[in-house]
Nanobody
Framework: QVQLVELGGGLVQAGGSLRLSCAAS????????MGWFRQAPGKEREFVAA????????YYADSVKGRFTISRDNAKNTVYLQMNSLKPEDTAVYYC?????????????????WGQGTQVTVSS
């Protein structure tokens, strides 16, 4: 079992920044991929970014490239999502997740442990 706890959501004005964190515990030593997804009301859950524990390779959705940065602290088993230049369309519940396989994929089916989610609201 893996447990994930997300922190850092909130309300911010357009153009502002937020930093999300996701602390993982439990049996994560065999897992190589962590991802961030988001889900806005009435929409499907969409991929935001992913990172590998080994090597730190990163992957981003086109909609957040150049604005969001995913990083990890292996010693703390924690993954971060730094979000800059936020837009109202970034408003969503953000979830971190553990990848089921060894390589990042941009679909929710590729992840089998999820956090509880944290709300990010960007006002115009």
């Amino acid at each position: 079992q893996v447990q994930l706890v997300e922190l850092g959501g909130g309300l911010v004005q357009a153009g502002g920044s937020l930093r999300l964190s996701c602390a993982a515990s439990g049996n994560i030593f065999s897992r190589n991929v962590m991802g961030w997804f988001r889900q806005a009301p009435g929409k499907e859950r969409e991929f935001v970014a992913a990172i590998t524990w080994i090597g730190g390779s990163t992957y981003y959705a086109d909609s957040v490239k150049g604005r969001f940065t995913i990083s990890r602290d292996n010693a703390k088993n924690t993954v971060y999502l730094q979000m800059n230049s936020l837009k109202p369309e970034d408003t969503a519940v953000y979830y971190c997740a553990v990848g089921a396989g060894g390589r990042p994929v941009a679909v929710a089916l590729g992840y089998n442990y999820w956090g509880q989610g944290t709300q990010v609201t960007v006002s115009s």
